[in-house]
């Protein structure tokens, strides 16, 4: 398969824990009943995206993108959350992974960590670098970040609803992921 081929939305990625399926416009009730507590979002740049109208956006370029996937719990199928990959850069080797949330009674690393390796072991079979942005005041993704073994490396300029706000930038590559 060549870079230009990639599918960055394959029909499922699972293990024990979890299980990822591509988003579909179909999924909007099941996931805002996820992302309406307000509590996700309390240290993300969009802070009100627990909002109907704000998580519409969020949701339909998630679905847009064709690289978004619905998080649902393994054992009881529950929807759980979401996450996606995006700004693939085959020049570079390098693919991010984000937008990802989860219900609060899942936190805590174990669903996080097991959607997050699915993510990795996947994109590693075609490039060779994984970043994460990630606000500086969303101290909760930082650290679930640095636990699955990526480094901050930079700080960036992202935009977020017609904003410019301020990334810390972490990096996993290829060669260092222990899987």
């Given at each position: 398969m060549t870079n230009e081929n990639i599918n960055w939305q394959p029909h499922s990625l699972e293990d024990d824990i979890v299980k990822l399926v591509p988003l579909t416009e179909s999924d909007f009730d099941n996931l805002f009943k996820v992302a309406a507590d307000p509590l996700i979002w309390e240290q993300h740049p969009t802070s009100d995206r627990y909002k109907r109208d704000v998580f519409q956006l969020f949701f339909d370029g998630a679905v847009s993108s064709k690289t978004a996937f619905l998080i649902a719990d393994k054992k009881s199928g529950q929807v759980i959350g979401s996450t996606r990959y995006y700004d693939y850069r085959p020049e570079n080797s390098s693919i991010a992974i984000g937008f990802t949330f989860l219900a609060k009674q899942y936190w805590g690393g174990l669903y996080n960590r097991s959607s997050k390796k699915l993510?990795?072991?996947?994109?590693?079979?075609?490039?060779?670098?994984?970043?994460?942005?990630?606000?500086?005041?969303?101290?909760?993704s930082q650290l679930a970040t640095l636990k699955i073994g990526a480094t901050k490396v930079n700080e960036v300029v992202l935009g977020h609803s017609g904003q410019s706000i301020l990334h810390y930038e972490y990096l996993i590559q290829k060669h260092e992921w222990i899987s």
């Open positions: 993510l990795l072991d996947y994109a590693f079979q075609f490039v060779d670098k994984v970043f994460f942005h990630i606000g500086p005041t969303n101290i909760r």
